[in-house]
Every structure is written in structure tokens, then in C-alpha cells.
């Protein structure tokens, strides 16, 4: 339209908006939603045409930039924003997004100034919201519970862990029959991270048996603290972590394989002895991967060498089921 400032007259104005609004009246919603445009591109957005633009939306099913543009107008906390927020539930309702209806409303609970009225209304599209939400998670956790036992008697490992982290998310209680899969060994090793992350994060405060990477123990996850937070985990990069200042790719690189090979061994750790010849199977690994050659260029322990070894198995492994 070039730099040229285009002036909309009053009459012009006047007959847009009284267009719009017939054809509004009238459902013809792509006539008025053009018409409408037209008016907010000269910044003419009272509150009437608006609501009409939202509405026009909503029923053209274009809810995605419904959803927006009521965000926006939350934003501004006008004198307007209790009617924009009771829209927003509704496109939130529409869309099945019953977590972030409930979210909302919670949200708008907290204001001391939530007319009475608007107060009942939120509460029944909240307690709606619920009983739908729990009937879509129920549905969701037997899906997921189905495509879990399916994965482990295919040994698709890839879609073990999908199962899952879905069955996670729903922040759904592992059971006992989902426990046991820690000893089972057509079960992925980072599948069985998984699991006991899950456990973890439903509380459960009772030794489960674990069995991986020819490995056996039985640990309680509520004793153990997340990865990054482990004392294993930190002392060896606080090794490592010298690297950094000289050569930060390959003080990088040795970070991510360190996480790789203690995520596919959690919750087994390695031996705290043994901090100082991981990090050096760290180093070793990082150098040759990088092609860089250093003056302690000298032939490691045959225990550097193992960890060598295992370190490239776990990266492996991890690599073989999560994509990055």
C-alpha cells in the first residue's frame, strides 16, 4: 500500500461496520470477517468489533487464531476482560483443552474482583472441564497400556519408551505388572530408566528389583536423587570440567557422553572409586572422536578400557531409542 497514510472517512467507517455487522447477523461470517479486517487495519477495535471478529472465527472452526487473538486481548486487562476471558474458556472448552480451561479459571479464582455471576459460570465449564479430562486420560492410559504390552512382546524398543513417557506425562501411577518390566530382559535398558524415572515421580517409597546391562540391584526410587543431581554424576564432571576453558567442543561433546552413559545405566551408577578412569574413558573417547592428540597420549588401564567400552555401548543404546 506504499508509505501513503490512507484515511478512512466517517461514512465509509460507518458503513463498514454496519456491513459487517449485518452480515455477521445474517452468518455470512467470511463476508463479515473481511469487512471487519478492514476496520481493525485502521486501528478501529472497540470492543463490539472485536467480539464480532472472534465470533467470525469460532465459526469458520479457525479456533487457532481465535485462541490467539483472545490472548492478546487477556493481556490488556481492559474494562472488557472478564468477557474476553469467559470467549476463551469456550474456544478452550471447544478445542478439548480441559487442562488449560481449568488452569484459567483457577488463575481467575485468585482475583477479588471475579464477578459473582461470571464466578458460577467458570465453575461449571471447570467442573465439566474435569469430568471430561479424566475420561480422555482414562482412555489415553488404557491406549497407553496397550501399545506398551504390545511393544514389549514385539520388542519394539522405540515404542516401549514412547509408551512410556506418554503413560508419564498423564502423570498416571505405574503398576505393578509396568514394575516388573525393570527385570524383563526384552526391555530396552533406556526403557527401564524410564520406568524408574516414572516410579520416582509417582512417589513410590519401596525397593523395586532392577536388572540391566548384566547388572542386578534393588533400589528405592524415592532414595535417589534426579541424574544431573547425583554425587556420581557431579564429581565426575567437576573432572571434566577443567576441559572446558582449553577446549570447549570437546568438553561439550564429553559432557553429553557422560549424561548418555549414566542415563542408560540409572539407577545402577558406577562404583564412586572409579570417578577419575571414567573421566579419563571420557577424555579418551572425546579426543579420537574430535581427532585431537594430546602429550598424555598413552596407553589407558585395562579398567580405563572397559569403561571405554561401556561408555560407547551406552551412547549407543541411548541413541538407539531417543533422537536428538
Known amino acids: 500500500m506504499n508509505n501513503e497514510k490512507v484515511i478512512l472517512f ?19 461470517y467470511e463476508e463479515a470477517l473481511h469487512k471487519l479486517d478492514q476496520l481493525l487495519d485502521f486501528q478501529v477495535n472497540n470492543h463490539e468489533i472485536v467480539i464480532g471478529k472472534l465470533i467470525c472465527l469460532m465459526e469458520l472452526d479457525r479456533y487457532t487464531e481465535a ?65 471430561l479430562n479424566v475420561e480422555i ?3 489415553k492410559h488404557t491406549e497407553y497400556i496397550s501399545e506398551l504390552r504390545e511393544a514389549v512382546k514385539e520388542q519394539n524398543h522405540a515404542k516401549q519408551w514412547r509408551s512410556i513417557e506418554s503413560l508419564r506425562k498423564l502423570q498416571a501411577r505405574p503398576s505393578l505388572a509396568t514394575e516388573k518390566l525393570l527385570v524383563n530382559d526384552h526391555v530396552h535398558p533406556v526403557t527401564k530408566t524410564a520406568i524408574f524415572l516414572w516410579l520416582k515421580d509417582s ?16 533400589i528405592n526410587p524415592s532414595q535417589i536423587t534426579d541424574i544431573q543431581a547425583n554425587g556420581t554424576y557431579k564429581q565426575i564432571l567437576l573432572l571434566i570440567n577443567k576441559i572446558e576453558s582449553n577446549n570447549p567442543t570437546l568438553y561439550q561433546l564429553m559432557e553429553v557422553l ?27 573417547i572425546g579426543e579420537t572422536n574430535l581427532g585431537v592428540r594430546t602429550k598424555s597420549d598413552t596407553k589407558p588401564g585395562h579398567i580405563v578400557e572397559r569403561y571405554q567400552d561401556e561408555i560407547k555401548l551406552c551412547e549407543t543404546l541411548y541413541l538407539s531409542i531417543i533422537e536428538e
Open 10 to 28: 466517517p461514512k465509509w467507517k460507518q458503513t463498514l461496520e454496519e456491513d459487517s455487522l449485518l452480515a455477521l447477523k445474517e452468518k455470512r
Open 67 to 131: 485462541q490467539e487473538l483472545n490472548e492478546h486481548l487477556l493481556a490488556n486487562k481492559n474494562e472488557n476482560y472478564y468477557h474476553y476471558v469467559h470467549i476463551y474458556l469456550t474456544i478452550l472448552f471447544q478445542t478439548n483443552q480441559y487442562k488449560k480451561l481449568m488452569e484459567q479459571v483457577e488463575y481467575e479464582y485468585e482475583a477479588a474482583d471475579l464477578p459473582g455471576p461470571m464466578r458460577e459460570q467458570f465453575q461449571q465449564l471447570y467442573d465439566m472441564s474435569q469430568k
Open 137 to 139: 486420560e482414562d482412555d
Open 203 to 218: 512417589g513410590c517409597d519401596e525397593d523395586v528389583h532392577i536388572h540391566k546391562l548384566d547388572m542386578q540391584a534393588e
Open 258 to 284: 557422560l549424561y548418555r552413559y549414566i542415563y542408560v545405566r540409572f539407577p545402577i551408577m558406577p562404583a564412586s572409586d572409579d570417578v577419575e578412569k571414567i573421566a579419563k574413558a571420557l577424555t579418551v
